[in-house]
């Protein structure tokens, strides 16, 4: 007799969900699909996800102990002094998000350690069944023959026309990336066959590494590569009733900060108490360094066995060089101001940088979900909401995804449309200084979530076209 598992995928990109399906339907894990979809949202989403770039993987299930792969950027050993600093390629850029303008710094001094090839390298060791080469697959077929890009990702790249602008090298690869345009990239269809037939010491101390450390005017050094590994942590865990939450822990600080919100909140659901918790984490919040940057994606995945697998990647917005004959950016998280508090260049060396990004699992008794958000600093006060939807309320996962947001910070109250009257009476009191928003917005975050145990199922945020699947594989 056929034998049937039920498996889900939230992504950012449909392409990406596909690449997950692929797997799953060939027979791979959840772990395993995860990293054919990481891979191909280098193809369908590369402003926001880059092998230059860094991130978190949340994995549980019921042969794997939950745990928490961090592969974010490491801070350079070099030091910037008064003497070399003026030497150095990093500069000022506007990303023009439409109502209002953010400055970034680009170029090669902005990069940090990349941490995403240690990462794949790490997890597909530690947790896959398929060959590397098998999960790389999808991508570099539709690196090779093209993806259509879609207006959220037109949108983004109209976001950070700048840092495509800066080099003809990042204005060739990206002539082509407009809205209806099926898009190629050949390089990266190579780098990502030759990483998926290679290990850690293939990017971190060959040839690759060698090219990126003689770039000039930069930061980074060999020894910065050559010491870089993906850690492994426990996650931090909370536990609400019969439910366990398990997010990103210290160093980063998006986790803590949700974890302190749903301990505020306690068992109420009101209005008053969500917003007395977003203000209880922003009086918490030590400085802007546990901000993350904005160009970031989420994919979430269950299989058939129970598997959960939860990833956040990010690239920050690009550094504006692309990896020489590799299709990609290097990352700008040493440009970005939201996570440079002390100033640009006054890191501790060789420090793992601090995030706000969360991918986490919640294990009930009957249900389980894997979900996450990019976001920036809105990412703990989105994953707080659509969190305590599900846990607090037993709400269906679209309604808790889809449910209207706000945003508390800095002393200012950012409010989606859908709240009742009563409701916004109740917060225009608790905080005078407020926006309305007239429509849903990225601004608020793009939960990408799947649920697995007595209901299978998967929900894309529609604020950042997000896109979910549930199906069947019959074997």
């Not at 690869?173 to 293939?202: C, I, P, Y």
Request: aromatic share 8%; with cysteine; charged share 15%.
């Amino acid at each position: 007799m056929p034998q049937s598992s039920t498996y889900a995928i939230a992504a950012g990109h449909p392409q990406t969900v596909a690449a997950a399906e692929e797997i799953l339907q060939a027979g791979g894990q959840a772990f395993d699909a995860i990293l054919a979809a990481m891979m191909m949202s280098f193809v369908a989403e590369p402003l926001l996800a880059s092998p230059g770039g860094g991130g978190f993987l949340m994995v549980a299930g019921p042969q794997q102990r939950p745990q928490l792969l961090d592969f974010f950027s490491d801070t350079p050993l070099q030091q910037v002094t008064d003497d070399n600093r003026d030497g150095l390629d990093f500069y000022p850029i506007m990303g023009d998000f439409g109502t209002r303008r953010q400055e970034f710094h680009i170029g090669h001094a902005s990069a940090a350690v990349p941490g995403v090839p240690a990462g794949i390298f790490r997890a597909h060791e530690k947790l896959c069944s398929l060959p590397l080469s098998v999960l790389a697959a999808p991508a570099i077929r539709a690196a090779r023959t093209g993806v259509m890009v879609n207006q959220q990702q037109a949108f983004v790249a109209m976001i950070l026309k700048p840092i495509i602008d800066a080099t003809p090298a990042a204005q060739q690869v990206f002539a082509d990336f407009q809205a209806g345009r099926e898009w190629l990239n050949l390089q990266l269809a190579d780098f990502l066959d030759t990483l998926s037939k290679a290990d850690h010491d293939w990017f971190y101390k060959g040839e690759l590494a060698e090219i990126l450390v003689q770039q000039p005017n930069g930061l980074l050094q060999q020894e910065d590569f050559a010491d870089y590994g993906c850690a492994v942590r426990d996650p931090l865990e909370l536990t609400l009733g019969d439910d366990r939450i398990l997010t990103n822990p210290e160093p980063s600080t998006g986790g803590r900060l949700i974890a302190e919100q749903l301990k505020r909140l306690k068992s109420r659901t009101d209005v008053e108490a969500v917003l007395e918790a977003m203000q209880h984490a922003d009086d918490l919040k030590r400085t802007p360094l546990t901000e993350v940057s904005r160009g970031t994606t989420h994919i979430s995945v269950t299989d058939g066995a129970g598997n959960l697998a939860s990833l956040t990647l990010s690239n920050g917005e690009g550094n504006g060089l692309m990896v020489p004959g590799c299709g990609f950016m290097m990352n700008n998280f040493l440009g970005e101001e939201d996570i440079n508090a002390n100033g640009f260049f006054n890191w501790q060396n060789r420090q793992r940088m601090s995030s706000m990004m969360a991918p986490t699992l919640i294990l009930g008794s009957d249900q389980q979900y894997a979900l996450g958000t990019g976001g920036s600093n809105r990412i703990k006060t989105a994953m707080f909401q659509v969190i305590s939807h599900l846990v607090n309320e037993q709400s269906q996962l679209k309604h808790a995804v889809e449910a209207p947001r706000m945003h508390f910070e800095n002393g200012h109250l950012d409010i989606e449309p859908g709240f009742s009257p009563a409701d916004l009476v109740t917060l225009q009191k608790a905080a005078p200084i407020h926006s309305l928003w007239h429509n849903h917005n990225l601004y608020f975050g793009g939960v990408n979530a799947v649920q697995c145990g007595t209901t299978t199922t998967a929900v894309g945020d529609f604020r950042r076209h997000g896109c979910g699947l549930a199906g069947v594989r019959t074997y």
